[in-house]
């Protein structure tokens, strides 16, 4: 059944547009997250979804509720939309229960407000006020607060952004399973595609005020609809390819095509940095190339190398590659696993021009 | 292209109407109310014609007006622009012993009402008058107003800046004029611009002096000639000085917003006087002695003088109860109606939000005076039985006053955390119900302080409640100016420790509130 339902949106800030055409559906009791760039309009999205900001035209429904359609709105406090913003936004001069209970009627406060600490971990917290509890405990208690009218709805705009690194990937992976738990709706903002691929069920890629593609994080990651999101997700190697039908053509060799891709003409496709093997003897498919940087980072290597000149025009001047070990020679052969993903439109023959990689 | 077809398809404006907002509403109808009478004024002056503003403007006294006040106002903002930043540049960036202290008393004079520091020292020394004593008693009187800007800027800024700059081979005078100067350029200007404003408002101090400015001109000329018109004319000039030396400090202030503020802001290692400091202190010292020391002892010594003088005695106690019942009455009718001009800019961000809020500042750019004319004119006019009723008075403290209580109301405001509303109103709480809930509890406090500030200020107040007071009320100012004019200095001088008793919680607050807490080491 669908939850959310968002067609063609329109807002604007002042002069500025903001929203232009968006659509999305979430579905009922999944995790969705919203990723983009800051300034994309995600937080926007977000507001006129809770009823903070006014929708210039579209349309926005919950479970069949028409919320804004650019005409009339349902006011925020009608919505059954809970909301927790980045900072959490407790109120400092209420405590622990009666935040979580402000949205509460009076009678059903006591048992709830217990039910919820309890949800969240703060059990004995009840009396404290604010500003004695840490970050993540904060966020907890907002989300607490959020979820205590059980909304058919829940809004996370960046709420793990204020929490330092280390805090921040536990009380994610603790929110997520809260949230699983009480069985909730709920779209998550976010700039970080770390955040968005470890926290949702879909991914909805924002870019210039519209959703340039949607998906599972893993559909997303292999098979980015184009560049930009390629690499917004991640870094990506994007190479010249000429499609047979069958496999992509490259200067790297013969690879297969993923599944549902285009099957002729000229394409780029990416090819994500795990995909790349180095070995330092020669193999019949593996083409040869120079180290040109090896960084180590903990859990991997990242190795920036430089193609052999010799395997001519369509491949980028770089290629980025993660291996378990650091490369033990400077010239290394380079063996592609898996298959590649063509992105964006077929490329002209002419327009053709140097593929690079971009750091994401 | 497609951004204008998109928003001409956005919402009309009669749509806007369908949900009618009552804080707009009430914030606009508040900031009509408070900026009513100098619209008035500006539309009374602009019936007149020019030949009549010709002969008005055209006497040799106005020349003479002009290149008094205008000369006067010049000396003072300098002299108050160098003591000002030098006093500040000791306290917050050298090794001078007691800093906290310093800044303290550096702020105290502010406690003291002009008037009071003109009766302090022609009461001691008769000679003090005309030009050089006004320049005197105004500078010490008036410094803080640069003193406290600038050290709170000193104090919030990144010392990293004047750091590279000594890293860079320039030396302490040369970082001084190079870096520490513009980067207190907005607070320089925006102290200076207060001082200016101040100058041309003052009447108490002036009258004292027997210094002739537009001030006391426009004075002597409604209360003595009942010249209402020439009044009016000579008001709508002050208030072209006043936006002249506002368009001036717009000028100067501008491009020097660069300051970090924050937690990046932390202290640098003071910068040490060495053989200077006996004469830093020194310096300090005798500003100090000039601007406080004198009036305090002043007071002293005309308390113990006594209270012997020809005219009846008054009831201390009598004019303390008048002053304190309207000063409150302002200072919550002022905080009341600064509340939803104060949510509203702080909800909204809008141009228009923005706009409401800085009209309500109008007032502050205006002299006191030409404010309480031009109530008094209005009321002439168009509320006739107020006239010298007390609500006239409240009235005239409220507009007068209202910029101090926006202040406060914001300052609260600012305390918020952002988003408390928007969430309790997801969390199902109607915006009545979230103004009750959250939001006033949250600013009660400082609305609490707003209220002390304002009742605090106003009650010392002298202009503007010589103007509009009812017929026989008596409050502090104007029972001690009572005195003064008839050389009564001894019976004058419990009002006037009365009013600089009552004004040091204010400026004690200001000075916190301009400077912050001091920076309070917890990393």
């Known amino acids: 059944m669908t939850g959310l339902a968002i067609q063609d949106l329109y807002a604007s800030h002042g002069r500025t547009q903001v929203l232009s055409g968006v659509d999305l559906t979430v579905e009922q009791g999944s995790l969705a997250c919203v990723l983009g760039p800051s300034g994309c309009g995600k937080s926007t999205l977000l507001r006129v979804v809770a009823g903070f900001h006014q929708a210039a035209r579209g349309r926005v429904t919950l479970a069949g509720r028409l919320l804004d359609d650019g005409r009339s709105r349902l006011p925020a406090e009608r919505r059954r939309i809970g909301y927790v913003p980045q900072d959490g936004a407790l109120f400092p001069h209420l405590t622990v229960a009666a935040n979580i209970g402000f949205g509460l009627p009076r009678a059903k406060r006591p048992a709830r407000v217990a039910e919820l ?196 025009a369509g491949l980028p001047e770089r290629l980025v590659a993660y291996t378990d070990g650091a490369p033990s020679e400077t010239e290394v052969y380079v063996q592609v696993h898996g298959a590649a993903h063509p992105v964006g439109d077929a490329l002209g023959a002419a327009s053709a021009g140097t593929p690079s990689t971009v750091d994401a | 292209m497609r951004t204008d077809t998109a928003l001409r398809e956005g919402p009309s404006p009669l749509r806007r109407w369908r949900a009618p907002r009552v804080l707009p509403l009430l914030a606009t109808a508040v900031i009509l109310l408070v900026t009513s009478p100098l619209v008035f004024i500006a539309l009374r002056a602009s019936e007149s014609t020019a030949a009549q503003a010709q002969r008005l403007l055209g006497r040799p006294l106005i020349a003479t007006l002009l290149w008094n006040t205008a000369t006067l106002t010049a000396a003072v903002t300098l002299a108050t622009a160098v003591l000002g930043f030098a006093a500040a540049f000791l306290v917050e960036r ?267 500042y109008l007032t502050r750019a205006l002299p006191g005076i030409a404010v309480a004319l031009s109530v008094v004119f209005f009321a002439i006019r168009y509320a006739r039985p107020l006239y010298q009723q007390p609500p006239l008075l409240v009235a005239g403290y409220v507009i007068l006053f209202f910029p101090f209580a926006l202040t406060a109301v914001r300052a609260a405001l600012a305390q918020v955390p952002p988003g408390v509303e928007e969430v309790a109103r997801s969390l199902g709480s109607r915006p009545a119900a979230v103004l009750l809930r959250v939001t006033l509890p949250l600013i009660l406090p400082g609305l609490g302080a707003a209220v002390a500030m304002v009742a605090l200020t106003a009650s010392t107040e002298l202009t503007a409640t010589l103007l509009l007071r009812p017929t026989g009320t008596q409050t502090l100012a104007t029972q001690f100016w009572l005195y003064t004019s008839g050389l009564a200095y001894g019976a004058a001088a419990p009002y006037a420790a009365l009013m600089v008793a009552m004004s040091v919680p204010p400026v004690l607050l200001l000075t916190r509130r301009t400077l912050g807490p001091k920076t309070l080491e917890t990393s």
Not at chain 1, 228 to 236: D, N, P, S
């Open chain 2, 94 to 360: 050298t090794d001078l012993p007691g800093r906290r202290w310093w800044t303290t008393v550096l702020a105290m004079p502010l406690a003291v009402p002009e008037f009071v520091h003109g009766y302090s020292w022609v009461s001691l020394f008769p000679s003090v008058q005309g030009y050089w004593g006004a320049v005197l008693v105004m500078t010490s009187s008036l410094y803080p107003l640069v003193f406290l800007p600038v050290a709170a800027t000193l104090r919030r800024s990144d010392a990293s800046a004047e750091e590279v700059s000594r890293s860079l081979g320039r030396g302490a005078w040369a970082t001084l004029w190079r870096v520490t100067l513009p980067l207190t350029r907005p607070a320089l200007a925006g102290g200076a611009l207060l001082v200016a404003l101040y100058m041309l408002g003052e009447y108490g101090a002036f009258a004292m002096l027997r210094f002739t400015t537009f001030a006391t001109a426009i004075y002597t000329q409604y209360k003595l000639g009942f010249d209402a018109a020439s009044a009016a004319m000579l008001t709508l000039a002050l208030c072209l000085l006043a936006v002249l030396l506002v368009t001036l400090e717009a000028r100067a202030g501008r491009g020097g917003r660069v300051v970090r503020e924050g937690a990046t802001g932390r202290g640098c290692a003071p910068l040490a006087l060495g053989r200077a400091k006996p004469a830093a202190l020194a310096g300090l010292g005798a500003m100090t002695a000039v601007a406080l020391g004198v009036p305090v002892y002043a007071l002293a010594y005309w308390l113990l003088q006594g209270t012997s003088t020809t005219l009846p005695p008054a009831s201390v106690l009598g004019a303390t109860l008048t002053t304190l019942g309207y000063a409150l009455a302002a200072a919550v009718v002022a905080t009341a109606a600064a509340v939803p001009v104060a949510l509203y800019s702080w909800r909204r961000g809008t141009r228009l939000a923005r706009t409401a809020e800085r009209a309500a």
């Open chain 1, 117 to 312: 600490l309890d949800l969240v971990g703060l059990a004995g917290f009840g009396d404290r006020h604010p500003h004695q509890l840490s970050g993540g405990q904060q966020q907890r208690v907002a989300l607490a607060r959020a979820l205590a009218p059980a909304p058919e709805l829940l809004l996370l705009d960046e709420p793990f952004a204020a929490l330092d690194a280390a805090l921040r990937s536990d009380v994610r992976a603790e929110v997520a399973a809260t949230l699983r738990r009480a069985g909730a709706t709920a779209i998550l903002v976010t700039h970080d595609q770390d955040e968005a691929l470890s926290f949702a069920d879909t991914i909805a890629v924002m870019r210039d005020g519209r959703i340039a593609q949607t998906g599972s994080p893993q559909t997303l990651y292999s098979e980015p609809a184009d560049a930009r999101t390629a690499r917004f997700l991640g870094e990506a190697n994007l190479l010249d390819a000429e499609l047979d039908g069958a496999a992509a053509v490259t200067a790297l060799g013969r690879l297969p095509l993923t599944d549902g891709a285009p099957a002729t003409g000229r394409h780029l496709v990416m090819l994500r940095p795990r995909q790349l093997r180095l070995s330092s003897v020669p193999a019949a498919d593996a083409v040869r190339a120079r180290v040109l940087s090896c960084l180590f980072r903990g859990h991997d290597y990242r190795v920036e190398l430089a193609p052999d000149p010799a395997l001519g």
